[in-house]
């Protein structure tokens, strides 16, 4: 008979999620006092909101997570993931392969089910607070659109995960760096070509002064910058950002119409020079190069974890439950780790901050901008140590503003 054992790799796993998420509530809660310092950028009444703003969001996060984390360490480790294999192999006809497919339809629907009334308290928090003008309608395009692609994909990689697994029982994992090392590649062209188009429109910028700005700022860094794209993001939302993909001899801008129409030209300014930064240190590749280590050191650990939970007595192939294993552990290992992810993008923002400096020669841009971005998205300008330490992966406006203020111009 087929069982999911609970070793001690997974209770300190589920141990290391109980103990952030206590602190994480326990910060969230009581965040304590404000450095004085914050004050002499914010007024105590746009701190005090800023506040009340994060706290419904954290909250909100941390039930998410904890009350899905409940649910898969209580339907892997219980009797229900192997009933539920049971159920799928006769509603199969002992067709392995559909037997797997119907167990994943399954548990993705009651997944996402459990994380529905989360998405719709988020979604009702933002048009509450005046960050998201998106209608229910509207919403639920998005949701459907977005839930029909992650069947496509998580369906195929299953199946594709489960072959492996039987052919290569040991060393799948290999297999599956190999695969998904490809499509991360893979991805970087596809997903912009492909995926955001389908939520987004998405037009060269047009204007000669921001064009203008692209071509000081680019010259000054020493690189080419190949577009520059404008998104409508003001269909769905009032917050405003920018961000940039590709790297090699290919690069791309992409800012929201939200900053073109709602910022100064010096602050999109400054956007376009931290942008430009992202390109010059080459942080999506560094980011995919480490993301692979990650990925190597994570199928190698599921690995062990696999077959030290597992005892494989469905025919000679492994138990369809072994999938309650891997949206558990997806789980738990990107929450865990997420000091470190968040830790490295830190790292790459502050580089980013300073070389956008060099680029303008000039700070108050700069500063000026991240104090006006505090203002308007509601950026909890200095949170608990533990929450930036944990969940930012930018630096709090406060330590920002702090390393601008003392870098050096050359």
Known sequence: MDFIKLNKLWLILILIAGIFSILYLYYTLFPGNIPHEVYEYFSPSEIAKTQRYHKINRLIYISSFITKAAFLIWFAFG???IKLSHYTEKLSSGKY????FFYFIALWIILRLISLPFNLIHHSVQVEWGFSIQTMSSWWIDYFKSATLD???SSIGVLLLFIALNKWPNSWWISATVFLTIIMFVQIYVYPTFITPLFNKFTPVENPKIINMVKEISKNAGIKIDKIQE???????????AYFYGFGKTSKIVLYDTLLKNYPEDEIKAVIAHETGHWKEN???KSLLIGIIGLVIGLYFFNILIHSSILISYGKKITPAVLSLVYLFILLINFDTNPIQNYISRQMEKQADLLSVQFLHNKEPVIKLQIDLAKKSLSDASPPPFIEWFSYSHPSTIHRIELVEKAKIK
């Open 151 to 153: 069947f496509t994909f």
């Open 231 to 241: 998104m409508d993001a003001s269909r769905r939302t009032t917050l405003a950002n």
């Open 97 to 100: 392969y559909l037997s797997i």
């Open 79 to 81: 009797n229900s993931a």
């Open 283 to 285: 942080h999506v590749l």
